[in-house]
C-alpha cells in the first residue's frame, strides 16, 4: 500500500478507496498581503510562475512570454463567458441589503443576500430608478422582480467582486474583471485565468498556428462554495452551465485549458467531437480523478481548501502544488482573481 505522501504527489494514481481524501489536507497559510486587491493596469504584465511537469522544473515568467511556451500543434481553450454586474445594493425599511443574483429561472431569480437576517418571505427590497424584488422563498433564498432586472442591470449593478476584495467595486471593475474576450453573458465570477489575456497576445498565438477555441461555462456560486465536511469526496459542487460547440475538434492536439472552469467544462464530456453540447454540469475534481482530455492548464493561484485548489493540486500532485505555492509566496506573487498567475505544462 503507497504512503499517503506517495498518494498526494501523484494525481494520476485512482487511490480514494485506500485513502480518504480530507479537507484539512488542501490547507496552507495565506497572509492578507499576498491578496490582490486592484487589477495591474497592463493585463499581460503579471508574474508567471512556469511548472514544467516532465522536467519537475520552475521557472518565473512575465504572462507576455506566454507565446513562447506554446507550440504550432497546440490548441487554447477559453471560456467565453461574460460576467454579469450582479450585485445589487437595495433598501429594505432604511436598512441597505446587498444582494448577489445566482441564477434565473422562470423569471426567479436565485440570489445571496447579506444581512439575510432582515428577510422573510414577502419582504420588497427597492433599488433605484423605481425596480423591486419581493422575497419569495428563504430557503433557498429566492426573489421576483417587478421588471427585467437584465434590462436595467448593466446601469444599477456593480461587479460581483469576491469578498477578500477589501474595497467598493469601482466603474472600472465592470471592464478590469472581464476577459477581452467575454460574450456570453451569464456568469457572476470572472474566469480569472483569461484576465491575463490581451487581443495582441492572441493574435501572436495565431500567428504562430495554435488553435483557439473557445467555450462557454457560466460561473456560478458552486465556485465559491468551499466543502463543509472534511470528507472531501462528499462535497457536492453547486451545477453551472456549459456550451461547447458542435464544431469543436483536438484531433492529436495538445490541449492547454485556460482556467479550472475550462477543465471542469471539457472534464465533464466523455466523447469531446460529437456534436454541439449543451449540460449542466457539478463535477467535482480532487485527487485521484483521471484527465481525459486536458494536457496543460492556465490557473490563477487559489485559496486554501477552495474547489479551484483541490482541482489544481488534481493536476499538479498536492505536495508539488505546496512547494509551488510557497516558491509563489516567496517571491512574492499576488493571489485571487486579480491576482498573478501559473501555467503547467
Avoid at 13 to 18: A, I, P, S
Avoid at 218 to 237: A, S
Avoid at 304 to 315: E, L, N
Wanted: hydrophobic share 40%.
Amino acid at each position: 500500500m503507497p504512503s499517503i505522501s506517495e498518494y498526494l504527489y501523484f494525481p494520476a494514481k485512482v487511490c480514494c478507496q485506500v485513502f480518504k481524501m480530507k479537507l484539512s489536507f488542501f490547507d496552507y497559510e495565506l497572509p492578507k498581503e499576498f491578496i490582490a486587491q486592484k487589477p495591474l493596469k497592463d493585463r499581460s504584465g503579471c508574474k508567471m510562475l512556469f511548472y514544467d511537469k516532465k522536467k519537475d522544473d520552475i521557472k518565473h515568467l512575465i504572462f507576455s512570454d506566454i507565446v513562447e511556451l506554446f507550440t504550432p500543434n497546440d490548441l487554447l481553450i477559453l471560456n467565453d463567458t461574460k460576467v454579469l454586474p450582479a450585485k445589487l445594493f437595495g433598501i429594505v425599511n432604511k436598512t441597505c441589503i446587498e444582494i448577489l443574483l445566482t441564477r434565473e429561472e422562470n423569471d426567479i431569480w436565485e440570489i445571496l443576500a447579506k444581512p439575510k437576517k432582515r428577510l422573510k418571505e414577502g419582504t420588497i427590497i427597492n433599488f433605484e430608478k423605481g425596480i423591486s424584488c419581493k422575497i419569495i422563498s428563504l430557503f433557498p433564498l429566492k426573489a421576483k422582480f417587478n421588471c427585467n432586472i437584465l434590462n436595467y442591470i448593466e446601469k444599477i449593478g456593480k461587479a460581483p467582486l469576491p469578498p477578500y476584495i477589501k474595497r467598493n467595486s469601482e466603474e472600472s471593475d465592470k471592464e478590469n474583471y472581464q476577459t477581452v474576450y467575454a460574450k456570453s453573458l451569464g456568469s457572476i465570477a470572472a474566469p480569472t485565468a483569461g484576465l491575463h489575456w490581451t487581443k495582441e497576445l492572441l493574435s501572436k498565438l495565431e500567428e504562430k498556428g495554435v488553435s483557439i477555441f473557445y467555450i462557454t461555462l457560466h460561473i456560478g456560486k458552486g465556485t465559491f462554495v468551499f466543502p463543509k465536511t472534511e470528507d472531501v469526496e462528499k462535497h457536492k459542487m453547486d451545477s453551472e452551465y456549459v456550451e461547447i460547440p458542435k464544431n469543436f475538434k483536438i484531433g492529436k492536439k495538445r490541449v492547454i485549458a485556460c482556467g479550472t472552469s475550462v477543465v471542469r467544462a471539457i472534464e465533464s464530456l466523455e466523447n469531446i467531437e460529437v456534436g454541439k453540447k449543451k449540460f449542466w454540469t457539478d463535477l467535482f475534481i480532487y485527487p485521484g480523478f483521471k484527465f481525459k482530455w486536458t494536457d496543460g492548464m492556465i490557473t490563477n493561484f487559489h485559496f486554501p481548501k477552495s474547489p479551484p485548489f483541490i482541482m489544481t493540486s488534481s493536476f499538479v500532485g498536492l505536495e508539488k502544488l505546496r512547494e509551488i505555492y510557497e516558491e509563489a509566496k516567496r517571491k512574492n506573487y499576488r493571489f485571487g482573481s486579480y491576482g498573478d498567475c501559473m501555467i503547467v505544462l
